[in-house]
């Protein structure tokens, strides 16, 4: 890519926000360098299969995401390089979020979540002096492998005295299951789609009736199966 098109910009656990790449970046003091960052674009899986009893081969039983695991190979220039390295391994910590934010042309902002997964080395075949480029390997972790908008997509439907039926089309821009949100206030009867069944083949769309909600109580209904609500 090129840099008037693609920005990598890390936002540390402590605070500090770091450029690493895109424009701006070439001849910095401190930006990421080539190296293995697949995983930085493609979340990993895993898929799981049973053997079948008395046949060769085996079934389909399910899949999930993996954490990704991200080395960050980033060089540090001039005089200041063991400050700012000294700088840079607080914005990583192994008990704090930081954010990998990427700008580009056609993905616009998206955001990543990881903290230190291990930690760093020094990669330098020789010792570096001082005002020498310093190549340093930081292991970083996102538990959750997904890039993200930096403020969720909403969409509204709100009741008047005319009207107090309607219905809120909800979609997906993005290429991995997302589990929306809603936000039920009160009073109010709700049905809301029971996204278990959506898209089983031969299967009619099936919803879900809540209770009738008085006045004074809102519920938040979040439809990732690991959370409980």
């Not at 690493?20 to 003091?29: E, I, S, V, Y």
């Amino acid at each position: 890519m090129l840099n008037d098109e693609f920005e990598l910009t890390l936002h540390g656990a402590d605070g500090s926000v770091w450029p690493l790449a895109g424009a701006g970046t070439d001849g910095a003091d401190v930006a990421m360098l080539e190296g293995d960052v697949a995983q930085l674009y493609i979340s990993p899986y895993e898929t799981t299969y049973r053997p079948l009893v008395g046949e060769g081969g085996a079934s389909y039983r399910g899949a999930r995401d993996m954490p990704a695991l991200i080395p960050l190979r980033i060089g540090f220039r001039e005089e200041d390089s063991v400050r700012n390295l000294s700088r840079f391994r607080k914005a990583l910590r192994r008990d704090r979020d930081a954010v990998l934010e990427m700008r580009s042309v056609t993905g616009g902002i998206r955001r990543l979540t990881i903290r230190e997964e291990g930690g760093a080395e020094v990669t330098n075949e020789h010792d570096p002096h001082v005002g020498k480029l310093v190549l340093v390997t930081f292991p970083v972790i996102a538990p959750r492998p997904y890039w993200t908008a930096p403020t969720p997509i909403t969409a509204e439907w709100q009741a008047s005295t005319r009207v107090i039926h309607g219905e809120l089309v909800v979609s997906n821009p993005g290429e991995v299951d997302a589990w929306p949100r809603y936000i039920c206030t009160a009073p109010a009867g709700w049905i809301l789609p029971d996204v278990d069944h959506e898209g089983l083949p031969d299967s009619a769309p099936r919803v879900v009736e809540l209770p009738w909600l008085p006045a004074g109580r809102d519920v938040l209904v979040d439809t990732d199966p690991m959370q409980l609500t």
